[in-house]
Each structure stands twice: as C-alpha cells, then as structure tokens.
C-alpha cells in the first residue's frame, strides 16, 4: 500500500484549555491544589495554534448508516494494596479516587433498519437510556425479560462485532441501541451502559456511543467517561474527550490497571491539546516511575509536547489513543493504518483529504462491509481514483493486475464506461468474482445495484444470468432475480447446477413452506447428498437443515441421505450449550438474550463459517421470537457461502 498522507507540518502548541485550578512552583516543590487540572471555565475557546478548534459536539438524532453488511473500554484489573506515593496525583483529572470504579446501572442494547435515525429517547434513566424505539427498529423494553443477568453480562461484554455478516452486524446494532431494564441479579459489577457503549465503539458506531454516554448526564460512571471520551477522541472532538476526563477517577497504578493507564494517557493528550507541554512533560515522567510501560505513548507523546522523538516499534493495531496521539504530534502514520485501524476510526480516514487513494478506498471497502457506509457511499469512493486509459484497458487483458482496493475501484468505474455488452458481462462478473473472494461481495452489490438496474435481461446477456440473479437475490429484489433465472432456462439452454442452486436460494430468501413442491425439492435435495462431489453436498446438506430451521418440511429421504453424508456437515462447532441456551432463550421468548446469543453463535467469520447446524439453530430461534425477516437474510447469507453458483 502507498504511503497513507504526507507528513504534514508540526503544530503548535497553544492554550485551548485553560486549568480550573492553579499549579504553583515554589523551589522543588510542586503541589496540585485541585485534582481536576483540566477543567476549562465555561465559554474558554482555544487560542492561536491549538491542534485544532474545539467545537462542541453536535445536537439533535444523528441518522444511522443502514448496515449492508480495538481496543476496549479499560477495564479496572485487580486492586492494589497500596496507593501511589506522592506525585500519582498529577496522572488524570477527575473524581477522587476513593469513590467506586463503576456505577451498577442498567441499560440494554438495540436494533437495525435501514435509514433509521437515533436520538436519546426522553422518559427514561441512564439504567435504561436507548436511542431507538420499537417503532424504528428496538426490541422493546422487556427484551430481558426471562433472561439471567450473569449471562447478560457475559455475553454482552464479548459481542462479536464487527463481523462478516451483514444480518448480524444489524441486529447487534440494534440490541445496543435498545433501552430496556435489565433483570436484578448480581452482575459483573460494569454497568451494562459502559459495555453497551464499548460495543458499540468496537463496532464503529461512534457517534451513537457519544449519543448513548450523554443519556447518562453529568455524573458518569468512570467507564461511561471513558467510553465518552474513546468515541470522541475517534471523531477528533478533542473538547469532549477532555471534558469527560473530570468523570475519571485518578488511578492507583497505571502499570497494571487498563482504567489507571487510560486516565494517564488522556490526561497528556488534554495537557498537551491545552498547550501545556511542561505538565504533560511531567506526567509522563510520573507514569515512567509508575511502570506504566508502552513505548508508542511515550515517543507520541513527547514528540507532541516537547518535540523530541523518541524510538518506539511500529504498532501492530492502530487504537483510538494512538491514532489521537499520531495527530498531535504531527507524525506520518504507519502504512498500513488503514488495515490496521480499529472500526471507529475509519471515517476519519474517508474525511481525511491528506489520505492516499488506495488508502481512502481501502477504509471505505472496510467500512462498507461492517456497515458504517452503504453504497452508495462506497461507489462515491470508487469513482475518486484516477487512472490512465492503458490502466482501464489492462482489466480486459490477461495481464490483470493483483486484486487490490484501486482495482476493484477500476473495475467499478470500467463498468459504468463500458459500452459493448461483452465487455459488460466480462466485467460485472469480474467485479463480482473479485469482491466475493475479498469478503465484499454484499457492499459491491449494493454499490453496483444502478449499473444492475439498468441492464435488461436478453439473450445476449444470457452468460451473466447466474451472476445477475445471484446479485439480486441478495438484495432481496426476488422479482428482478427470477427474469434473470427464466433467462438462464429459455431457448431450452438451462444452466443445470446453477440454476437447482439459485433455485434453492430464493427459496430459502422468501419462499413459502406452505407453497412449494415438497417432493421434487425433497429428491433434489436426497440426489445431491447421494453424489460424490463435496461441494455439491455441502451446499445440500445446509439446504436441508437451513430449510427445516424456516418451517419447510421434507421429506423423510432427505433425513436418511443427510445420515449417510455427515462428512458434509463441517464449519465451526459452537459448544453444545450455547446452542441449547439458544434455543431455551428463544422458547422463553426473550428476544434480546436470544438476538446476543444467535450473534455470539455466528461469531466474528460469518454464517458460512459456522456449522449447519448452529446456523440453522440461530435462523430457527430468531423465527420463534418472531424476527422472520432476520432469520431469513441469515439463512440466505448461510447458504449463499455454500454455493458457487453465480459467482462470476
């Protein structure tokens, strides 16, 4: 990848911050007389160079992206014995230290839809503050209901987002955004706002975390004002992240505790961005004879407050505080950020006009598949690059280049150039191909869907018929699938394997169990497992149980072919009892502990990674909760992995 900007100039340092409270020198004695160092009186705008003006953050819903398809918040670890001598006192601006660490408030999580836009929900405490209402998408308030307060917890705090799937990417979007009374019960002990907002950074969906840390008010719970303070430095408003620091009790030992070290680090980031470089000098030295060791935070840090750059390895993961830090201090970020970044900071990328083109499209194409942009947004990203005409010509040509991000921008503005229907076809399946093989095949789609749209099925289009119905059928345009699919079988030129399994995916997508030829989809499904070819098996295998999962009934030769050919039957193999609290959760009607547990059995790698059977189990117990629609986007995403027809 190409270097991601140019180093820009260094910034000057100025006051944008002003102390709430004075820090006098008198000889070798330096005393703090207020804790909150870093409290500006009300109305202190920054002056002259400060690394950028502070503005405040913005009012009224922000609208959600529709999804198509990091570091955590610190956590307190084990307490010390003793506390910090002396100079501790100087690491973060905050609460004093001997209030509690964490607050036991109740909050739960939310929902998907497309176009949906949040806002803080009025009539309703921190414990059960949302920013989505059933109507637009939220499981309601008594979505816990029946479900054990440990397991939230748990689960909650490990949600596996982003993932793979676009489905469930939606539904963990929405079960965090949903306000709802959690059930009593001893809990962890981290309020269940904290973890929904640290979910919901994980995922990239900052600005609904800013949304959803503000329903808690002025007094916040230390892991809320750090989870505020995350989602705001990933949105480079640098007054709220520093703002939320008064919430942030001064930590025992930034060595061994996340909670103590994040506080350190903040607290430099706001003394520096304040143009105090002296102080920030000075806590960095106390965080040294702390033990606090990371080598990165120290050579930013003094690279922005004083100048003098330390040497320091190149990180592996590219985190909100180091992205924060790489800013102020001016410094070249690594190469690879874009592929290393966490979610939340991907949109800084695309508004970022310094970053490189193949850079740019790199955090779009990331930020498509976890459903922060749709696209539309992705196609707008495609179309920045330019290339020459020799460039344009060589994706016709056996000398293609390597898949890469500019290519698949290529291929984009290739087909929106392309006149002669061969050269269509060549390079819509081109397109397809290439973003399937990269995990991008859903926001390629949906970016492509106009230059689709437009094309009308005819017999000289018939050799991207599979291709086309594929396409549709994942974006739920059944209608404008099936013209492709009786294209494939006119003029008595059936495309035999392709079409039984773009057959088997619209049914599954929106097929009727009380309207289909059970006994023809019954031996089609037996013949298939009877074969010898593996792929064809799989896909047949996970046809049945996916169909029966949705109410279809087969029949019992299905049953007796799956025995014989359950070598078929492979993928990740969650534990036996997180299926059967799957399904326990959904017969009890619990939809918010159901929704967590069906994405924790999907995981970070998508439906087709899993088993058969454990999608399936997810695609039956959303239906049971009465999420038809979910169950089956899930259970065509499942499938659609098995089957290599269409693919380009």
Same mark, same amino acid.
């Given at each position: 990848m190409? @270097?991601?900007?140019?180093?820009?100039? %260094?910034?000057?340092?100025?006051?944008?911050?002003?102390?709430?409270?004075? $820090?006098?020198?008198?000889?070798?004695?330096?005393?703090?007389?207020?804790?909150?160092?870093?409290?500006?009186?009300?109305?202190?705008?920054?002056?002259?160079?400060?690394?950028?003006?502070?503005?405040?953050?913005?009012?009224?819903?922000q609208?959600?992206?529709?999804?198509?398809?990091?570091?955590?918040?610190?956590?307190?670890?084990?307490?010390?014995?003793?506390?910090?001598?002396?100079?501790?006192?100087?690491?973060?601006?905050?609460?004093?230290?001997?209030?509690?660490?964490?607050?036991?408030? /109740?909050?739960?999580?939310?929902?998907?839809?497309?176009?949906?836009?949040?806002?803080?929900?009025?009539?309703?405490?921190?414990?059960?503050?949302?920013?989505?209402?059933?109507?637009?998408?939220?499981?309601?308030?008594?979505?816990?209901?029946?479900?054990?307060?440990?397991?939230?917890?748990?689960?909650?705090?490990?949600?596996?987002?982003?993932?793979?799937?676009?489905?469930?990417?939606d539904?963990?979007?929405?079960?965090?955004?949903?306000?709802?009374?959690?059930?009593?019960?001893a809990?962890?002990?981290?309020?269940?706002?904290?973890?929904?907002?640290?979910?919901?950074?994980?995922?990239?969906?900052?600005?609904?975390?800013?949304?959803?840390?503000?329903?808690?008010?002025?007094?916040?719970?230390?892991?809320?004002?750090?989870?505020?303070?995350?989602?705001?430095?990933?949105?480079?408003?640098? #007054?709220?992240?520093?703002?939320?620091?008064?919430?942030?009790?001064?930590?025992?030992?930034?060595?061994?505790?996340?909670?103590?070290?994040?506080?350190?680090?903040?607290?430099?980031?706001?003394?520096?961005a304040?143009?105090?470089?002296?102080i920030? /000098?000075?806590?960095?030295?106390?965080?040294?004879e702390?033990? $606090?060791?990371?080598?990165?935070?120290?050579?930013?840090?003094?690279?922005?407050?004083?100048?003098?750059?330390?040497?320091?390895?190149?990180?592996?993961?590219?985190?909100?505080?180091?992205?924060?830090?790489? %800013?102020?201090?001016?410094?070249?970020?690594?190469?690879?950020?874009?592929?290393i970044?966490?979610?939340?900071?991907?949109?800084?990328?695309?508004?970022?006009?310094?970053?490189?083109?193949?850079a740019k499209?790199?955090?779009?194409?990331?930020?498509?598949?976890?459903?922060?942009?749709?696209?539309?947004?992705?196609?707008?990203?495609?179309?920045?690059?330019?290339?020459?005409?020799?460039?344009?010509?060589?994706?016709?040509?056996?000398?293609?280049?390597?898949?890469?991000?500019?290519r698949?921008? $290529?291929?984009? #503005?290739?087909?929106?150039?392309?006149?002669?229907?061969?050269?269509?076809?060549?390079?819509?399946?081109?397109?397809?191909?290439?973003?399937?093989?990269?995990?991008?095949?859903?926001?390629?789609?949906?970016?492509?869907?106009?230059?689709?749209?437009?094309?009308?099925?005819?017999?000289?289009?018939?050799?991207?018929?599979?291709?086309?119905a594929?396409?549709?059928?994942?974006?739920?345009?059944?209608?404008?699938a099936?013209?492709?699919?009786?294209?494939?079988?006119?003029?008595?030129? $059936?495309?035999?394997?392709?079409?039984r399994?773009?057959?088997?995916?619209?049914?599954?997508?929106?097929?009727?169990?009380d309207?289909?030829?059970? /006994?023809?989809?019954?031996?089609?499904?037996?013949?298939?497992?009877?074969s010898?070819?593996?792929?064809?098996?799989?896909?047949?295998?996970?046809?049945?149980?996916?169909?029966?999962?949705?109410?279809f009934?087969?029949?019992? /030769?299905?049953?007796?072919a799956?025995?014989?050919?359950?070598?078929?039957?492979?993928?990740?193999?969650?534990?036996?009892?997180?299926?059967?609290?799957?399904?326990?959760?959904?017969? %009890?009607?619990?939809?918010?502990?159901?929704?967590?547990?069906?994405?924790?059995?999907?995981g970070? @790698?998508?439906?087709?990674?899993?088993h058969?059977?454990?999608?399936?189990?997810?695609?039956?117990?959303?239906?049971?909760?009465?999420?038809?629609?979910?169950?089956?986007?899930?259970?065509?995403?499942?499938?659609?992995?098995?089957?290599s027809?269409?693919?380009?």
């Amino acid at each position: 990848m190409t @270097n991601l900007r140019a180093k820009p100039g %260094k910034r000057s340092l100025a006051a944008g911050l002003a102390f709430a409270a004075s $820090m006098s020198l008198a000889g070798t004695q330096l005393a703090a007389e207020e804790a909150n160092v870093l409290q500006a009186p009300p109305g202190m705008a920054p002056s002259g160079g400060a690394p950028q003006q502070l503005s405040a953050p913005g009012e009224g819903p922000q609208r959600i992206v529709p999804p198509g398809y990091g570091a955590t918040v610190p956590g307190s670890a084990a307490p010390v014995a003793d506390e910090p001598q002396g100079p501790s006192q100087f690491f973060p601006a905050g609460a004093s230290a001997s209030e509690p660490s964490v607050r036991v408030l /109740s909050a739960v999580p939310g929902q998907r839809n497309t176009g949906i836009e949040i806002g803080t929900l009025t009539g309703v405490g921190p414990a059960t503050s949302g920013l989505i209402s059933p109507q637009q998408g939220g499981f309601g308030s008594d979505m816990w209901q029946g479900a054990s307060r440990t397991d939230i917890d748990t689960y909650l705090a490990r949600l596996p987002v982003p993932g793979a799937s676009p489905v469930m990417n939606d539904l963990a979007r929405r079960l965090l955004l949903t306000g709802a009374q959690p059930p009593s019960g001893a809990g962890s002990g981290i309020t269940l706002l904290a973890t929904r907002i640290d979910r919901l950074i994980a995922a990239g969906h900052t600005q609904a975390a800013v949304e959803l840390a503000s329903s808690a008010g002025q007094d916040r719970p230390p892991l809320v004002a750090a989870g505020l303070a995350r989602a705001a430095l990933a949105q480079s408003n640098e #007054q709220l992240a520093c703002e939320a620091l008064k919430d942030i009790p001064p930590g025992r030992d930034p060595a061994h505790d996340a909670m103590a070290a994040f506080s350190v680090k903040l607290s430099t980031y706001c003394q520096i961005a304040a143009g105090n470089p002296e102080i920030a /000098s000075l806590t960095l030295d106390l965080a040294r004879e702390e033990g $606090m060791d990371d080598a990165l935070f120290y050579s930013l840090a003094s690279e922005a407050a004083l100048g003098i750059v330390l040497r320091a390895p190149e990180p592996n993961g590219l985190t909100i505080m180091n992205f924060a830090f790489y %800013k102020l201090a001016g410094r070249e970020l690594p190469k690879d950020a874009v592929d290393i970044a966490e979610p939340a900071l991907l949109p800084a990328f695309l508004n970022d006009e310094t970053v490189a083109p193949e850079a740019k499209v790199a955090a779009a194409e990331r930020a498509a598949s976890y459903g922060l942009i749709d696209g539309r947004d992705l196609a707008a990203v495609y179309r920045e690059p330019s290339f020459t005409p020799e460039q344009m010509a060589g994706l016709l040509t056996s000398d293609i280049p390597e898949p890469s991000p500019l290519r698949r921008a $290529m291929i984009f #503005q290739a087909i929106g150039n392309a006149v002669a229907a061969d050269d269509r076809m060549r390079l819509f399946r081109l397109a397809f191909a290439t973003a399937e093989s990269a995990g991008l095949y859903y926001p390629t789609i949906e970016a492509l869907y106009p230059d689709l749209d437009r094309l009308v099925p005819s017999d000289a289009l018939r050799p991207l018929a599979p291709a086309a119905a594929r396409a549709f059928i994942a974006l739920g345009e059944r209608s404008k699938a099936q013209e492709w699919l009786a294209l494939m079988g006119s003029g008595g030129q $059936m495309l035999g394997r392709d079409m039984r399994e773009l057959e088997g995916l619209l049914r599954i997508s929106g097929g009727s169990p009380d309207a289909f030829d059970r /006994s023809k989809v019954s031996a089609e499904i037996a013949s298939d497992l009877k074969s010898g070819v593996a792929q064809t098996r799989a896909y047949a295998a996970s046809e049945a149980m996916l169909l029966e999962a949705l109410g279809f009934q087969l029949e019992s /030769s299905v049953w007796d072919a799956l025995l014989d050919a359950r070598g078929a039957l492979t993928g990740q193999v969650p534990p036996e009892a997180l299926l059967n609290q799957l399904n326990v959760a959904s017969q %009890k009607r619990s939809v918010g502990e159901t929704v967590m547990l069906a994405i924790e059995v999907i995981g970070t @790698n998508g439906a087709g990674a899993v088993h058969p059977r454990a999608a399936a189990q997810a695609v039956s117990s959303l239906r049971t909760v009465n999420l038809e629609s979910e169950a089956r986007r899930l259970a065509l995403e499942a499938l659609m992995a098995r089957s290599s027809a269409g693919r380009g």
